[in-house]
């Protein structure tokens, strides 16, 4: 049985954060019934391109929301309330990825839920926080990197500031969100109440600062851009030329020096007291790095790694489709097929609950599970006619 069946959220999202994060949930086995608004054409992520699969469905949408239910709900309707109440009476969470003034407004506060069930748990994904000056501010990642300090941290030390390749601050806040929603329907399971819990792009982007922060906070460091993406502190760690390319290295524990030296044939350089220990190498990182550089462009990147396997933490310097191609990747399963209406053939990566996850089902049609869903929470059809005449659903 999948560790999270028999949990129902229903997910007031859009885009990326949120819905990274529920579908972490989905993959578990837990039911998450989304909500997405009939008047905008649904989640905008639906329409985010270059790659479409016909009307109102892209690959973008479906990296997001595979193992999910659609529920088409304009929230800003009065009777919306209605449909939100009998909603909640059967669920343990909801999760929204709004801004932040817009949950109280909408009334998916627990304050506005607890009457039709008392054990909701309500999560709040949001920009800069459910209160405070920015509370109606709209925000994205990639604006959370450049003010939270990390293009500072990103990049060559003479090159312009520059983000992270990958939405990080998304794919962070939503697991902090479907964490912090289990955490409140464990807790709600166990004394019969619920809550609300706050997460926000801004607050948890600063999180990840992690020691970086401490060092500041407590000596004043302000760690800067090292050059071929260089630990801060630890040495060898960080990109080296080799005959066809890079390679990055990682001797992170004394004990891999010394085995990085055996398996270069340089084993004199283990024993140099110029690159003895960390702090050596540390004072001595221009020098290393040369000396490393001539060792390493003697032979090609899989020759090296041919030899450091299994001794000396390294890895190849892949783009993303050596990544999503190579051999291991094989191995490991990592790429699955979930096959679409449009395209039999699509594939996906595989989520990283191995041995607990769902299989992968596509993300649903816009609406496709609002009359179900109703149904299965007592609305007549003639009900369910009604707000759709009245464009409530």
């Known amino acids: 049985m999948p560790p999270l069946q028999g949990v129902r959220v229903i997910a007031v999202e ?149 983000r992270m390749g990958l939405s990080v601050v998304d794919y962070m806040t939503g697991l902090f969100a479907g964490l912090g929603l289990l955490a409140g329907i464990i807790a709600a399971r166990a004394s019969g109440e619920g809550r609300d819990i706050d997460v926000s792009l801004y607050d948890c982007a600063l999180q990840n600062l992690s020691y970086l922060a401490t060092w500041y906070l407590n000596e004043g460091h302000e760690q800067r851009r090292e050059a071929r993406s260089a630990h801060p502190s630890l040495t060898p760690s960080q990109l080296y030329r080799t005959k066809d390319g890079y390679i990055f290295l990682m001797c992170n524990k004394e004990k891999f020096w010394p085995a ?43 020759e090296w790694l041919e030899r450091f396997a299994g001794t000396v933490p390294a890895a190849p310097v892949n783009g993303l489709a050596a990544a999503l191609d190579g051999d291991f990747a094989r191995e490991r399963r990592r790429v699955v097929a ?3 209406p449009a395209r039999p053939d699509f594939r996906v990566v595989a989520t990283p609950f191995g041995g607990a996850a769902v299989p992968p089902q596509p993300a649903p049609a816009l609406g496709a599970d609002t009359e179900a869903i109703l149904g299965a929470c007592g609305f007549s059809a003639e009900r369910i006619a009604t707000l759709r005449r009245e464009g409530v659903i």
């Open 260 to 302: 990085l030296c055996q398996a270069i044939e340089r084993p004199g350089l283990a024993r140099n007291p110029d690159f003895r220990s960390f702090s050596n190498r540390l004072a001595n990182r221009a020098r290393l790095t040369a000396l490393l550089d001539a060792t390493l462009s003697q032979r090609t990147t899989a």
């Open 338 to 340: 979930m096959p679409h």
């Open 14 to 162: 859009q885009y990326g954060a949120g819905p990274y994060g529920t579908m972490q949930l989905a993959d578990l086995g837990a039911e998450v019934i989304k909500i997405e608004n009939p008047k905008e054409g649904g989640d905008v992520a639906r329409r985010v391109g270059p790659y479409l699969l016909g009307e109102n469905d892209s690959h973008f949408f479906q990296s997001f929301n595979r193992n999910k239910r659609s529920l088409t709900l304009d929230l800003k309707q009065p009777a919306a309330r209605e449909v939100m109440a009998a909603l909640a009476r059967n669920a343990d969470g909801v999760l929204d990825n709004l801004r932040g003034d817009l949950p109280e407004r909408l009334g998916l506060t627990y304050e506005a839920l607890k009457a039709a069930n008392p054990r909701i748990v309500c999560a709040h994904l949001s920009a800069y926080g459910r209160s405070g000056s920015r509370a109606s501010w709209p925000g994205y990642d990639y604006l959370m990197q450049a003010e939270a300090g990390y293009l500072s941290l990103t990049g060559e030390p003479d090159g312009p500031p520059a």
